[in-house]
């Protein structure tokens, strides 16, 4: 994200000292519900998982 963003709105991210930016993950997901013995619901599909960053790299993080 700020790295495709305008010069006007970096400046202002430099202002606010964050550096936002986000993941994207693609996955099949399943649930499954156990509503009694007899009774049980089982769904799949597509998934996609959005984590959102808003600050900035920890360099000393080692990750």
Do not use: C, W
């Amino acid at each position: 994200m700020y790295g495709d963003t305008t010069l006007q709105q970096k400046q202002l991210f430099d202002r606010f000292n964050v550096e936002p930016a986000y993941i994207r993950y693609f996955a099949t997901g399943r649930l499954e519900l156990h509503i009694s013995d007899y009774d049980n619901i089982q769904e799949s599909g597509p998934m996609i998982y959005e984590f959102p960053y808003i600050g900035k790299k920890n360099l000393h993080a080692n990750l």
